[in-house]
């Protein structure tokens, strides 16, 4: 009986874990630099984004290699500045709490800026402290 509990138990807290999760994002500029490498003809990119979180201000460095989808979203950068940011699975408390986050550039979408806000997004420096993962304490009066 207590392996079928363990079990019920167990299925419900694995997909919490594996959630990848969703931030907006307010682009506050564009950094972008691209170098072929001689000999190789390979192209060297440096591509990031500072941004606005309800996190504090972030820069995304944005990797990845699909070209073309990088220059369409470098075109809408002219257009729009609020983006939607799916974070994998496990790298939620990396984008809340570090300055630099390495972001895939197929992981930002763009937003409709009319129907989307960032009322939650704020300056400065991201939290600097973790969340307590503990069970919450009670006050000293055992209330």
Known sequence: MGVKIFLSVLMLLIPRIGFAQDYLVELIEEHYKEQMIVGGGELKLYHSWQVKTEYGDKLLVIVGDDHK??????????????????????????FK?????LVNVQQIHSVWEKNWKCKKCRHGLPPSEFPDQGIPQKNAQGA
């Open 97 to 101: 709490y570090d300055m630099a986050v």
């Open 69 to 94: 989808y990088r220059d369409w979203l470098r075109h809408l950068t002219m257009n729009h500045k609020i983006f939607l940011v799916k974070i994998p699975d496990g790298g939620a408390d990396r």
